[in-house]
């Protein structure tokens, strides 16, 4: 299948390459890292200006009424740059109101969205091995919230969120405040340095964006659209890993040759090219199939399965590829590691993605006559 961008997807490519790369050098990720709330608000603002935070909202609430393919081309731009803003998590809420919401509710927040004065963000994570389809958080039949979801993104800059609940055998998804009353949070820092909250909710109330006839089907809708966002960022990290690996050994000399001369080093990083290549077209074509309306279950599943497994190969590969650099944390390519690593562990990991993925290919094999179907364990 040709996945090559049209002329408008290679721009939007080109000019978030350009921001990210002139607004999210090593210096100043280091920096904001080191910031109380771990929010590059200036690269937050760039994107604003250049229209980036509607990329994919529809044109009737000002976006650019463009794709999740764009926003894929976007996402993978921070991955290659490991720029800490809330841009995933933003855009898949606003996506959310933007197709689920009543016309007041958008007007009253996917403005804010555009011009880079309102984050969002959404608490899909579970404890354990919990599934985000099976939420732990409850709704009374006064309408107020009650649970706990840990690991919610961005929450402490938010000034909304998305939470799945259930009610009853049904689900519904709230946008709640973060800050607002009957909600606590405790605020913890994440592997990659990034910051998440464990929210508590005792008693908050909040808008109803999906009642129970259709908070199923819009919970696994946002769900597919952030795992493909996490593929996209994580294709953006293996990629630039790899980059940053490949020009270190063709510099680095061992017995007055190139690292990347000697046969081990250069059969691991083919091994990683191979890998990140993988993650590159399962994403493209989890992205296509949302943007074309089809089901798209699978392939994320798919798409977030690579990026788990082989985006955690190539970070471990690409740092034992620089050696005692590797180790540094003064020298920019451990933290492509640690960001490799969080989203391997994001929403479940590879062992949760392969097991809906052999699940599904249960579901789907129908064995006839006196054939046998073999099912992957």
């Known amino acids: 299948m040709d996945f090559s961008f049209d002329e408008s997807q290679e721009t939007v490519r080109d000019l978030a390459s350009q921001i990210f790369t002139g607004h999210a050098d090593v210096g100043r990720v280091r920096e904001v890292e080191r910031s109380d709330d771990r929010f590059d608000r200036a690269l937050w603002a760039e994107l604003a200006k250049a229209n980036l935070l509607g990329i994919a909202l529809p044109e009737e609430d000002g976006g650019s009424g463009l794709g999740m393919t764009e926003l894929c081309l976007v996402l993978e731009q921070q991955g290659r740059r490991v720029a800490p803003v809330p841009l995933l998590w933003t855009q898949v809420a606003a996506l959310a109101l933007a197709s689920f919401a009543a016309a007041d509710v958008r007007a009253r927040w996917l403005p804010g969205v555009i011009a880079g004065n309102v984050v969002l963000t959404v608490a899909l994570s579970e404890g354990g091995a919990g599934d985000p389809r099976d939420p732990s958080v409850s709704v009374s039949p006064d309408g107020s919230l009650h649970g706990s979801k840990p690991s919610v993104p961005w929450a402490h800059v938010a000034q909304r969120v998305l939470v799945p609940a259930r009610s009853g055998s049904d689900l519904v998804v709230a946008l709640v405040d973060p800050h607002g009353p009957g909600v606590t949070a405790e605020v913890g820092e994440a592997t990659d340095r990034q910051l998440l909250s464990h929210l508590t909710f005792d008693g908050a109330h909040g808008e109803v964006i999906a009642g ?166």
Do not use: C
């Open 212 to 377: 129970p006839s259709s908070g199923a089907a819009v919970t696994e809708w946002i769900l597919e659209r952030a795992l493909t966002g996490l593929a996209a960022i994580q294709l953006g990290v293996a990629a630039e890993a790899i980059a940053k690996a490949a020009d270190y050994t063709s510099n680095r000399l061992q017995f007055g040759k190139p690292l990347s001369s000697f046969q081990s080093t250069s059969a691991r990083a083919a091994d990683a090219y191979i890998d990140t290549e993988a993650m590159r077209a399962t994403l493209w074509q989890a992205a296509w199939r949302l943007d074309s309306g089809l089901d798209a279950s699978m392939a994320v599943e798919v798409a977030m399965w690579w990026a788990s497994e082989a985006g955690q190969r190539v970070v471990h590969a690409t740092q034992h590829l620089h050696g005692g650099m590797g180790a540094d944390i003064d020298y920019p390519i451990h933290r492509y590691f640690l960001w490799g690593k969080q989203i391997e562990a994001t929403l479940g990991g590879g062992s949760a993605h392969l097991a809906r993925i052999g699940t599904a290919l249960a579901g789907t094999a129908r064995p006839s006559g006196g054939e046998r179907t073999a099912v992957a364990r």
